[in-house]
């Protein structure tokens, strides 16, 4: 077909003060002009912005939409001109298509089963417990985000991986910088590089003296160093970065709509209900790139091979063709179905170690601190910019009553 499509000539890069949880108001009225639009990146390329549920979810299920890293040329917000772009290192297999991306995930899998997950909770509730004492002791106002949102899943994720707790400070320091966005390319490369040097370590020390975690289960497999360095990156940086963000803006989506917060905090059986509604809402991973490999149909339009297409998953989870009122908080939705974990193959791998911390720490807060409160007007909160791979806030003050 050939109609016109809605174009976006640019990609926002920052949100409305006034709606920290909504998407950029410029995807919100893409959606509303249909659920494709045109988008010319800016080296020249006719890509394509998918903003509509049901196309985002088929193209994620859609083996002909290819996540190969050495496709992905170009960028939304930067021409980077005839540059070449290399395959995914070994073992980083997000960035992989199959047969490739099996030989990675499939030893993974049966490590973060629902049941397997589950019988972390007491653990999870202790890590929690800790930091909510240290909490009141250094409080009655502190940083949610360091406190609290941050250190939760870091630890998890490190006891899981093996990663030695006392190590965690300069990992997390570079994770943060090259998935936050707010760094140039060379402070961005170069805290890339310090952590797969520290990686390489850490699996070298693994072979020598291996122990009771995830890396260590993985020595007996055909899987170079090269390889299980590349898969710990991908655990390591999911693990932590997506779900203190989720802590931390959950939070505060819950403070900034009080009858929701009261709600939760007089029914602690809307747990779930509230973690995956928080999901949707939020849907901090906000976007993947995919690259056409043939001629596609999709939606009534041809996506030719080649094509860059970007997936707005957070206007997906907000399409009110699938979820009614869609800009509300509601943690008593019974539409299921969102794609805050993508779909496909590609599906979060640690999406029930992530609901499990999410729905110990979310009741946990809120129980410990029955008044608490933003310690800052709302719209000083500080953002991270819609350049960070994962959306949410760098700072969260609240306080409560002593």
């Given at each position: 077909m050939t109609e016109s499509l809605h174009t976006v000539t640019t990609m926002p890069t920052a949100r409305q003060s006034d709606c920290p949880f909504d998407p950029p108001k410029e995807l919100i009225q893409a959606r509303e002009h249909g659920p494709i639009s045109r988008f010319p990146f800016p080296d020249g390329h006719q890509g394509r912005l998918v903003t509509g549920y049901d196309l985002v979810r088929a193209v994620l299920a859609d083996p002909r939409f290819s996540s190969r890293k050495e496709l992905m040329r170009h960028h939304p917000l930067v021409d980077y001109g005839d540059i070449e772009v290399p395959p995914a290192p070994p073992g980083e297999f997000?960035?992989?298509?199959?047969?490739?991306?099996?030989r990675y995930r499939k030893p993974l899998v049966g490590k973060f089963t629902v049941r397997r997950m589950r019988l972390l909770t007491e653990r999870v509730e202790q890590v929690t417990a800790d930091h909510l004492d240290a909490m009141e002791k250094a409080g009655p106002q502190v940083d949610l985000v360091t406190a609290f949102a941050k250190p939760i899943p870091s630890v998890i994720i490190c006891e899981l991986l093996g990663v030695p707790y006392e190590d965690r400070?300069?990992?997390q320091e570079n994770i943060d910088k090259f998935l936050g966005g707010e760094v140039g390319d060379e402070e961005l490369i170069a805290a890339y590089t310090a952590t797969q040097q520290y990686l390489a370590e850490l699996v070298a020390a693994k072979r020598a003296n291996p122990t009771d975690d995830v890396l260590s289960d993985l020595l007996d497999s055909d899987l170079t160093d090269e390889e299980l360095q590349g898969m710990a990156l991908i655990l390591l940086s999911a693990g932590f970065d997506t779900t203190a963000n989720m802590l931390a803006l959950g939070t505060f989506a819950l403070?900034?709509?009080p009858d929701q917060l009261a709600a939760l905090r007089a029914e602690p059986t809307l747990t779930d209900q509230a973690v995956e509604e928080l999901l949707r809402y939020l849907s901090v991973a906000k976007q993947f790139h995919r690259v056409a490999l043939e001629d596609i149909e999709l939606g009534g339009h041809t996506i030719t091979a080649g094509t860059t297409v970007i997936l707005s998953l957070n206007t997906a989870n907000r399409d009110p063709e699938r979820f009614p009122n869609p800009h509300g908080l509601d943690l008593r939705r019974q539409d299921g179905g969102h794609l805050a974990f993508s779909h496909g193959i590609h599906q979060c791998l640690g999406?029930?170690?992530?609901?499990?911390e999410m729905r110990v720490?979310?009741?946990?807060?809120?129980?410990?601190?029955p008044t608490l409160r933003l310690a800052v007007p709302a719209e000083e909160v500080a953002l991270r910019p819609e350049t960070a791979d994962i959306y949410g806030v760098k700072s969260l003050p609240v306080t409560w009553d002593a």
């Amino acid at each position: 077909m050939t109609e016109s499509l809605h174009t976006v000539t640019t990609m926002p890069t920052a949100r409305q003060s006034d709606c920290p949880f909504d998407p950029p108001k410029e995807l919100i009225q893409a959606r509303e002009h249909g659920p494709i639009s045109r988008f010319p990146f800016p080296d020249g390329h006719q890509g394509r912005l998918v903003t509509g549920y049901d196309l985002v979810r088929a193209v994620l299920a859609d083996p002909r939409f290819s996540s190969r890293k050495e496709l992905m040329r170009h960028h939304p917000l930067v021409d980077y001109g005839d540059i070449e772009v290399p395959p995914a290192p070994p073992g980083e297999f997000l960035l992989m298509d199959e047969p490739q991306h099996s030989r990675y995930r499939k030893p993974l899998v049966g490590k973060f089963t629902v049941r397997r997950m589950r019988l972390l909770t007491e653990r999870v509730e202790q890590v929690t417990a800790d930091h909510l004492d240290a909490m009141e002791k250094a409080g009655p106002q502190v940083d949610l985000v360091t406190a609290f949102a941050k250190p939760i899943p870091s630890v998890i994720i490190c006891e899981l991986l093996g990663v030695p707790y006392e190590d965690r400070g300069s990992f997390q320091e570079n994770i943060d910088k090259f998935l936050g966005g707010e760094v140039g390319d060379e402070e961005l490369i170069a805290a890339y590089t310090a952590t797969q040097q520290y990686l390489a370590e850490l699996v070298a020390a693994k072979r020598a003296n291996p122990t009771d975690d995830v890396l260590s289960d993985l020595l007996d497999s055909d899987l170079t160093d090269e390889e299980l360095q590349g898969m710990a990156l991908i655990l390591l940086s999911a693990g932590f970065d997506t779900t203190a963000n989720m802590l931390a803006l959950g939070t505060f989506a819950l403070l900034r709509n009080p009858d929701q917060l009261a709600a939760l905090r007089a029914e602690p059986t809307l747990t779930d209900q509230a973690v995956e509604e928080l999901l949707r809402y939020l849907s901090v991973a906000k976007q993947f790139h995919r690259v056409a490999l043939e001629d596609i149909e999709l939606g009534g339009h041809t996506i030719t091979a080649g094509t860059t297409v970007i997936l707005s998953l957070n206007t997906a989870n907000r399409d009110p063709e699938r979820f009614p009122n869609p800009h509300g908080l509601d943690l008593r939705r019974q539409d299921g179905g969102h794609l805050a974990f993508s779909h496909g193959i590609h599906q979060c791998l640690g999406q029930q170690l992530a609901r499990v911390e999410m729905r110990v720490a979310f009741p946990a807060l809120l129980n410990r601190f029955p008044t608490l409160r933003l310690a800052v007007p709302a719209e000083e909160v500080a953002l991270r910019p819609e350049t960070a791979d994962i959306y949410g806030v760098k700072s969260l003050p609240v306080t409560w009553d002593a």
